[in-house]
Nanobody, 121 residues
Framework: QVQLVESGGGLVQPGGPVRLSCAASGTFFVIYAMAWYRQAPGKQRELVARHTSPGTTDYIDSVKGRFTISRDNAKNTAYLQMNSLNPEDTAVYYC???????????????WGQGTQVTVSS
């Protein structure tokens, strides 16, 4: 069984940086893609950034130039570096991983528990 553990959220002032981490633990899997979603109060969950196994990245327009997703393959960990934060970035951020079972070659999806990022002075 695979588990995603997130860390790094908290309270940050506008303009400040935050780096979120998402570590995938388990055995017999190959990560196909990792992504970050967020859900603000009263809003639908939205895809923020995605990093595929070959290294392709994608971002929603509102975070381009400010957010950077990266992966440390040795640690099975994804990061979301968030700079120049504004109050509109306040949300619960969720880590998402799509992986392939090394035993059965099936595609599975996992979610982290979410971490709160609050941008406020």
């Amino acid at each position: 069984q695979v588990q995603l553990v997130e860390s790094g959220g908290g309270l940050v002032q506008p303009g400040g940086p935050v780096r979120l981490s998402c570590a995938a633990s388990g055995t017999f899997f190959v990560i196909y893609a990792m992504a970050w979603y967020r859900q603000a109060p009263g809003k639908q969950r939205e895809l923020v950034a995605r990093h595929t196994s070959p290294g392709t990245t994608d971002y929603i327009d509102s975070v381009k130039g400010r957010f950077t997703i990266s992966r440390d393959n040795a640690k099975n960990t994804a990061y979301l570096q968030m700079n120049s934060l504004n109050p509109e970035d306040t949300a619960v951020y969720y880590c998402n991983a799509v992986l392939l079972s090394a035993l059965y070659r099936t595609r599975e999806e996992y979610w982290g528990q979410g971490t709160q990022v609050t941008v406020s002075s």
